[in-house]
């Protein structure tokens, strides 16, 4: 009886063991940025909120990771997670820290399938109520995919009103800003080519944005992020590395700041970019660089009124 009790005992293990190897070779892999100690000294820390938008039908696994990979290396804190309901209705979760923690804010559409023109338009309200009930008055913003184009879109539309906060920062990673369709994916990668002056053909949602860029706020700073497979497709498997960087040419003379990174190899697949370590060091370096303030001094040792105040408008300083 205890020779079979232990047969039983040892099958079960094993077969766990099969099961237990199997889910982990179809889990993502769990990538995680180097050497963090060091990347931590060489970042700034600020008040400023960051949202991250998902992309056509993305969920909270979508930027979920990479927030949770910087909340756990103290690169920033996770603060909020907000989702808004088909009908529009916008919920919140958790609460904006006080101290300088580099917040994130994780957006989710509970319709993650939803047209361009309702993304931004829910964007526009999730942002009205940060600045209205929770005082926020400056944010940065991250998009993928469609939620790239989504927040291009806002930024068009209503970026600078006055309900709104004072967009500082934008990272745009796999943006198909000059697809056909900007959600789903087609048989083959869609793509007009790119050339020095700008795409050989642009599509309706292309042309909409170069009409209506007279409206975009000024003095904001750009990160446009592309993925190349290296396959021949000359693309990250759905969106074309030429449809990604055409935002160059909407954005020339427009936008200052304006940055471009293109991410190659495996790693670079779509769905992937944000599970990639050197996306997430663009995003971090881009976001919150050090920020290097000359500190003088009284003959007490402590420091002056100037120096102090410089260091609050810079967001360097808590006041809790």
């Known amino acids: 009886m205890q020779l079979i009790i232990l047969l039983v005992v040892v099958l079960f293990g094993a077969t766990l063991l099969v099961l237990t190897y199997q889910l982990q070779q179809l889990a993502l892999p769990k990538y995680r940025l180097p050497a963090p100690k060091r ?17 056509f039908h993305g969920n909270r696994f979508s930027f979920g ?19 808004v309901s088909s009908a529009g209705r ?15 804010i994780q957006l989710l559409f509970s319709d993650n399938g939803a047209s361009l ?11 009205a109520e940060l600045k209205r009930k929770h005082h926020v008055e400056q944010v940065n913003l991250v998009g993928h995919s469609m939620g790239a184009v989504s927040l291009f879109r806002y ?17 745009t990673l796999a943006g198909p800003f000059n697809d056909l369709d900007v959600g789903e994916d087609g048989a083959q990668v869609f793509s007009y080519e790119l050339r020095g002056d700008g795409p050989v053909a642009k599509t309706p949602v292309y042309q909409a944005f170069e009409k ?8 904001v700073a750009w990160l446009n992020i592309a993925g190349d497979l290296l396959d021949g497709s000359d693309s990250d ?28 190899g495996l790693k670079a697949a779509h769905y992937r970019l944000h599970e990639n370590p050197q996306v997430d060091q663009a995003i971090c370096h881009f976001l919150w660089p050090v920020k290097r303030i000359k500190v003088t ?20 300083v808590s006041l809790t």
């Open 90 to 104: 916008v919920s919140v979760r958790g609460k904006l820290p006080t101290a300088v923690a580099n917040p994130t």
């Open 212 to 219: 209506n860029m007279s409206y975009l706020p000024t003095g």
């Open 117 to 127: 023109k309702k993304q931004s338009d829910w964007l526009r309200l999730v942002l």
């Open 297 to 316: 001094r009284d003959k007490t040792g402590r420091i002056d009124h100037a120096t102090y105040q410089r260091l609050l408008r810079s967001d360097l």
């Open 39 to 55: 990347l931590r000294q060489s970042l700034g820390f600020t008040r400023t909120p960051t949202i991250f938008i998902h992309g």
């Open 237 to 264: 498997g759905s969106v074309s590395v030429d449809s990604a960087l055409s935002l160059r040419f909407l954005l020339d003379k427009r936008i200052g700041r304006y940055r471009e990174s293109l991410i190659t």
């Open 65 to 83: 990771r990479m927030l949770a990979r910087f909340n756990r290396q103290g690169i920033a804190q996770k603060a909020l997670v907000i989702r």
């Open 155 to 171: 930024l068009l539309a209503a970026g600078g009103d006055e309900d709104q906060p004072t967009i500082k920062k934008v990272i």
